[in-house]
């Protein structure tokens, strides 16, 4: 890996609080997304009632469905906001 030594490509302090804030917000947010879909799915596939200590095939079928769809609607929302944005 190569490295720059020329001073004036290196991002200013702004442009590096500015990167590390946006690094924040992704993590934030993929810290959201995992906590929503836990309890969605978690809600949607597991009783209230522990009968035993480990999942069961239709638990385990169950979430596997849920995850999956999960994914696929939250990256279908994305491509079509990414469509609608305008370009910068």
């Known amino acids: ?5 020329n001073p004036s490509n290196a991002p200013s302090a702004f442009e590096r609080e500015q ?4 690094m924040e917000k992704e ?3 993929r810290v959201d997304m995992f906590n929503k879909l836990t309890h969605t799915c978690f809600s949607k596939c597991i009783e209230h ?8 095939m239709g638990e385990n079928s169950c979430i596997d ?3 999956s ?9 994305g491509q079509l906001l990414g ?3 305008p370009p910068m």
């Open 49 to 56: 009632k522990y009968k035993e200590s480990e999942l069961n």
């Open 1 to 5: 890996m190569a490295t720059n030594n």
């Open 27 to 29: 993590m934030e947010y």
């Open 65 to 67: 469905r849920c995850v």
């Open 83 to 85: 469509n609608s944005r």
């Open 19 to 22: 990167i590390i804030g946006m």
């Open 69 to 77: 769809k999960y994914w696929q609607v939250t990256n279908l929302v």
